[in-house]
């Protein structure tokens, strides 16, 4: 299993973000792990080896991402993955059939299809509902409840989830609570302090942050639940290459100057899209009139920089995303730079129409991705947008 170096918990963020989990190279003395691109590894007599016999099962290069993840959310275990669906299908490997798994009703679509297209399949069962109050969630749970699984703030509505009181419920069921941290990142939300069991990241997003490697990452605490994720990696070998591990870790090295950036931006833009379409259509932790402001200010640090806006119809949301030019239309988030979305017909493509409308992803809703540009010329890019706009 990879555990994190426990001496490097003594630092501050910033300089784990840059040194945590990984050493200069001995043989070197090079700065940047290197990229340890192989798949076995020598042995020097039969059942002695360095610490690796087979890259599915481990590699510098991964492990050393996972230990710089795992210190920056506080946990003490991280296992990385080829991509963020690859992550959440394999903690869900941890449940056995005839297991129910409560779930947030606005996760991400992908999210969404694995439970309901092809895990139910399986054996196991899902409630979904709105983990905005803990009390719905408790009244979901059965004696066969074995996880509670949210996002906060939620895709691509923007809803919090009390995960202290989540966790309360979880854990008074008996079940882990599992949380998808891709949104905040831990520079601006840390789960495992408020009682998560498993968090979890696309590192495709923010965590890699140059939207130029696809890959997931989980970090949890308990010894014994690792060993059974470990088992679940090396068996069923959902695992990222060394380069795409590299990438990542060049990645976290900037991540909390990367997030003060999308935040400060994030919340220019979405104070000026409110006075531009109105509070209600807004919908960014950020905001005073956002319904949960007092709790987003509560458990996180910052609000980042994914903002979505009701444009009312598909019509006008069209009209938007053709006229964007420093935006760009493309699915994923959290790059350097700013990308545009319509959830309805891209990540929540997979969501049947009904179900779309009753949570509120409408054809009318964009999603915006705000990157770390000129936060003067991504506001001219939208005024120039909204222009002649009714």
């Known amino acids: 299993m990879t555990r994190i170096y426990d001496e490097d ?175 905040a990142t831990p520079v601006f939300q840390r789960p495992i302090e408020s009682g998560a069991d498993i968090v979890y990241h696309s590192t495709t997003k923010y965590l890699n942050g140059h939207s130029d490697m696809i890959g997931g990452i989980a970090v949890l605490t308990d010894d014994d639940l690792a060993a059974r994720l470990q088992f679940i990696v090396n068996a069923a070998g959902a695992i990222p290459g060394p380069f795409d591990s590299w990438l990542a870790l060049r990645g976290t090295k900037t991540l909390a100057l990367r997030m003060r950036q999308h935040d400060a931006n994030g919340r220019e833009i979405a104070a000026w899209l409110a006075k531009r379409v109105g509070d209600d259509r807004v919908f960014y932790a950020g905001l005073p009139s956002h319904p949960q402001h007092a709790l987003a200010k509560k458990q996180m640090s910052g609000f980042g920089g994914m903002i979505s806006v009701e444009m009312q119809t598909k019509e006008k949301a069209g009209e938007l995303l053709k006229r964007v030019r420093v935006f760009s239309l493309a699915e994923s988030l959290g790059g350097v730079e700013s990308l545009i979305s319509h959830p309805a017909s891209m990540t929540h493509a997979s969501v049947e129409p009904a179900r779309r409308a009753a949570l509120g992803v409408t054809d009318g809703l964009v999603r915006l991705s705000v990157g770390v540009e000129d936060v003067g010329d991504l506001l001219g890019d939208l005024e120039s947008a909204f222009a002649g706009l009714t």
């Open 9 to 183: 918990l003594k630092y501050g963020f910033s300089t784990r973000g840059i040194h945590a989990g990984q050493r200069p190279d001995p043989t070197t003395g090079a700065i940047m792990p290197p990229i340890v691109q192989t798949s076995t590894f020598v042995q020097e007599a039969l059942g002695v080896n360095k610490g690796y016999e087979y890259a599915r099962g481990t590699n510098p290069t991964r492990q050393a991402l996972e230990r710089n993840v795992a210190t920056l959310e506080g946990g003490r275990h991280g296992f990385a993955f080829s991509s963020g669906m690859g992550c959440t299908d394999s903690i869900m490997k941890l449940l056995k059939g005839g297991d129910h798994v409560i779930c947030g009703e606005n996760v991400y679509g992908g999210t969404y299809r694995l439970f309901d297209k092809i895990l139910q399949h399986f054996g196991l069962s899902f409630t979904f509902v709105d983990t905005r109050d803990a009390q719905r969630i408790a009244d979901a749970v059965t004696p066969k409840t074995r996880m509670v699984l949210v996002e906060t703030p939620t895709n691509p509505l923007m809803r919090i989830t009390d995960l202290k009181a989540a966790a309360e419920v979880a854990h008074k069921a008996g079940a882990l609570l599992i949380v998808d941290n891709t949104f």
